[in-house]
């Protein structure tokens, strides 16, 4: 009962965060849909024109290596995956423009491969006419039979046409000590933090001769919170704090901005280079106007977030201890925090694990279980902040997935009993503000109560004894 009721509860979260920027100006990246033993892809399309202003949809997607399953064939990890991209138009996704499939093998000698957070890229142009479209990729586990489908629009200006236009931004990032220093389409609004440079593309189709476009672009950073959950007892965040808003759109930093003016007709590539930005929140935007007395200017950007080294995963020892913050006390916490040497620090980590549950197989087991949850929770609750700082995270790492949900309005109830009015065991979070194309995000917040202090203290006894291995709650 308890893991179909766990499905069901995965499954509401995709339909929380399944679509795409409300606003279709604004590019946010593609959302995690985590489900447990299917492919996670993640997936970018945009639509340009070559230098012969052909046009095209570029299709980049990543694929988690450990969410395939793998066969050791001839000694290798082999994993054989179907992908089928379908060209809908837009305005009528009845009308199927195109279909391409594509077969890959993937090989790897390392048998750990199965648990690897990493991503195999897969991009591919596609030929089609100007127009307004729908792109649907299909990701086969061929080993399995399980399939994943994630969408996104895009459009590609007619060079014929004798208007201006703007195309979608793309951003790339690019880390020098891994795949040669390549750029890659960061296919989701979250940055891990071991990318080194930044890149935006977008293209401009200007084709008024007599008149001149003028672009202005801006990197912007955003005042966002980035605590970590308070306890469970502590007083609800107040309207005005931080955490309570997410993040503020009307209090930002300009980072950087320049102008550019394109005097010549026709179709320009346009790319920005930035060094990796700290953590934080950002908006790399772009504006297109012509004459005053002309139409209004264009206006597209990209949203993005910078996280943890390794996000979504959880690799280092930094990464490590951040989640601890709800096993232990303050002075714990703020001992390992201090301790620079990321070797030491996992030595200290470590003796954390064992010197609380004693045995060495079971120690390794807790911890597998509780990052598991920590990378799980940064996939189902990402939004301005990592995942696993969200109430909702906190509460999905302690407890695991609930037996319930239930939602209505701004409203979720989290039930781990049978009995739903059931104080001890139901948990009540309320969105601080409703989803809009202004505010993209679901911040939902955990009614705290000072009753809550010893559920929380018995929970946190069953991690440090390792009694979660056999007792939920």
């Not at 339909?15 to 604004?26: K, R, T």
């Not at 390392?110 to 006419?129: A, G, L, M």
């Not at 977030?305 to 096993?327: C, D, F, R, W």
Request: with cysteine; aromatic share 12%; hydrophobic share 35%.
């Amino acid at each position: 009962m308890r893991s179909i009721l766990s499905l069901l509860f995965l499954a509401s979260i995709l339909m929380m965060g399944c679509s795409q920027s409300m606003n279709p100006d604004i590019v946010r990246g593609s959302t995690y849909q985590y489900r447990g033993g299917f492919p996670e892809v993640r997936l970018s399309a945009i639509g340009l024109l070559d230098e012969n202003d052909d046009p095209h949809i570029s299709v980049a997607a990543d694929i988690v290596y450990g969410s395939l399953v793998y066969k050791e064939v001839e000694g290798m990890q082999t994993a054989n995956i179907a992908l089928e991209v379908q060209i809908l138009d837009q305005a009528d996704t009845e009308n199927i423009i195109d279909t391409e499939r594509f077969t890959v093998t993937i090989e790897k000698e390392d048998p750990n491969i199965t648990y690897s957070q990493e991503v195999f890229t897969f991009e591919k142009e596609i030929p089609v006419d100007p127009g307004d479209y729908q792109i649907n990729l299909t990701v086969i586990d061929q080993n399995s039979g399980k399939h994943t489908t994630r969408s996104s629009n895009t459009f590609i200006p007619n060079p014929e046409d004798n208007i201006s236009n703007l195309t979608n931004i793309r951003l790339l990032g690019k880390q020098v000590d891994e795949h040669q220093g390549a750029w890659l389409p960061i296919t989701t609004y979250d940055v891990p933090g071991k990318v080194d440079s930044l890149k935006f593309v977008f293209q401009v189709t200007n084709n008024k001769s007599e008149s001149p476009l003028t672009i202005d672009t801006e990197l912007i950073r955003y005042e966002s919170d980035t605590s970590v959950a308070r306890p469970m007892h502590y007083n609800n965040y107040s309207p005005s704090n931080i955490s309570y808003k997410g993040i503020e759109y009307d209090e930002e930093e300009v980072i950087q901005s320049s102008r550019r003016v394109l005097t010549q007709p026709g179709s320009v590539l346009v790319e920005f280079f930035f060094p990796q930005q700290g953590r934080g929140n950002y908006r790399f935007e772009v504006t297109a106007s012509g004459d005053e007395d002309e139409e209004e200017p264009l206006f597209k950007a990209r949203d993005f977030s910078v996280k943890s080294t390794n996000y979504p995963s959880i690799k280092t020892a930094q990464e490590m201890l951040g989640p601890l913050h709800y096993l232990m006390n303050d002075d714990e916490y703020e001992r390992l925090s201090a301790i620079n040497d990321s070797d030491s620090l996992k030595a200290e980590i470590d003796r954390f694990w064992l010197s609380n549950i004693g045995n060495k197989n079971e120690a390794r087991s807790v911890i597998e279980m509780f990052y598991s949850r920590v990378e799980e929770a940064n996939k189902q609750f990402s939004n301005f902040k990592e995942g696993w700082k969200t109430d909702t995270g906190m509460i999905y790492i302690l407890f695991g997935p609930p037996w319930y949900v239930e939602t209505h309005l701004d409203v979720m109830t989290w039930s781990y009993a049978y009995d739903r009015s059931d104080p001890e065991y139901n948990y009540t979070f309320q969105r601080s503000k409703l989803k809009s194309r202004f505010y993209p995000f679901d911040n939902y917040l955990l009614r705290r109560h000072q009753g809550y202090f010893n559920i929380q203290y018995q929970q946190i006894q069953l991690w440090l004894t390792g009694q979660i291995l056999t007792r939920s709650i």
